[in-house]
């Protein structure tokens, strides 16, 4: 799996311009999957078609776009003004090099004697190293993408940091769970939906939900942990397995669906957690509200410092994140 990772967090997903790691995507789903398909959003969307007679439609859903940046203006200087595509930190990407999607690279920096309180987006800015706004617009243009350059760390035998483990991990979990059905086919057919334009409102998912009509889904995203100094009390920590969410902000999941991934977790002896996350929300809740309602569950993974550049996680809880939706889609029962 960590393979897997290391070439999707390499490619650039901003959301809005996912189509470069779409198409990585697709590389490994088409070997893999009767069918793969991009929707009119962009979503990509990988079929494969169940073994059984009265099959029903299980969607497996994690977004592949990340946060960015938007170039606004260009300064007479040289330097870029700048906007932000989905929540942004910039306590934590001050001080960071970026690469805009043609490969210019840059860094992005607070203007001269602004406190760190006040780093908002209008006081930052991009520096690329041209003499002036002539040689910059040489190298970029206002509507240029960019983000924070990628990576990935080992820290230890099971954990890993960089960016954007959100949510390319969820991805790269959905790619290795299809692998797995081609050793063991299920029953149902199941559609694995890569979805955009999370980071920017959950746009990607329900539309693809609303093509679908899935009768159960489950949702890869990460979580927030409590695990940490400082931290908002969470019952959520790295290496505690996988988080079976109950509540975010956005979305109650469905009762049989949580008590099924529970069931299954106590009766294969995996680790697991429970997720009740205050704030925030993933495409759980998109898919929930689409055509007449969806059975929803996720599993998420717990994550330190998100929307950071050094996003952890520990690979053992997306194994058994892997695990347990195995056992689900192989369980006849899904609430």
Not at 308 to 320: A, H, K, P, Y
Request: aromatic fraction near 6%; proline fraction near 3%.
């Amino acid at each position: 799996m960590l393979t897997k990772l290391k070439h999707l967090v390499n490619v650039s997903g901003i959301s809005g311009r996912e189509s470069a790691i779409a198409a990585k995507i697709a590389e490994y789903m088409t070997p893999v999957c009767d069918k793969v398909y991009t929707d009119a959003m962009g979503s990509l969307i990988a079929y494969k078609k169940g073994t059984g007679e009265q099959r029903r439609k299980i969607m497996l859903v994690a977004h592949m776009d990340e946060i960015g940046f938007v170039v606004t203006q260009i300064e007479k200087n040289g330097m870029l003004r700048l906007a932000p595509i989905g929540g942004i930190h910039f306590s934590a990407s001050a001080f960071s090099e970026v690469v805009f999607e043609n490969g210019q690279r840059g860094v992005l920096v607070p203007e001269g004697g602004v406190k760190p309180n006040d780093w908002t987006y209008d006081k930052m800015l991009v520096d690329i190293g041209a003499k002036d706004a002539r040689d910059a617009e040489k190298r970029v243009a206002v509507g240029d993408f960019f983000s924070v350059v990628p990576n990935v760390v080992k820290l230890s035998a099971r954990r890993i940091a960089g960016r954007p483990m959100d949510d390319r991990i969820g991805c790269a979990i959905m790619i290795e769970i299809a692998e797995r059905l081609l050793e063991n086919p299920c029953a149902d057919d199941v559609y694995f939906v890569f979805a955009v334009q999370e980071e920017v409102g959950v746009r990607g998912a329900g539309a693809a939900a609303e093509q679908i009509c899935p009768d159960y889904c489950i949702n890869f995203d990460v979580t927030g942990t409590g695990d940490v100094q400082g931290a908002k009390p969470m019952a959520c920590e790295l290496g505690g397995g996988a988080a079976i969410k109950i509540k975010d902000a956005s979305v109650l999941c469905h009762k049989g669906v949580i008590d099924r991934l529970v069931k299954l977790a106590k009766e294969k002896g995996y680790k697991y957690q429970y997720e009740i996350l205050v704030a925030g929300g993933t495409d759980t809740s998109a898919v929930q509200k689409s055509g007449t309602g969806v059975k929803v569950g996720a599993l998420s993974i717990p994550t330190r410092y998100i929307h950071s550049g050094v996003e952890t996680i520990d690979l053992g809880d997306c194994r058994l994140c892997v695990e347990l939706t195995l056992a689900y889609l192989h369980s006849d029962k899904k609430d």
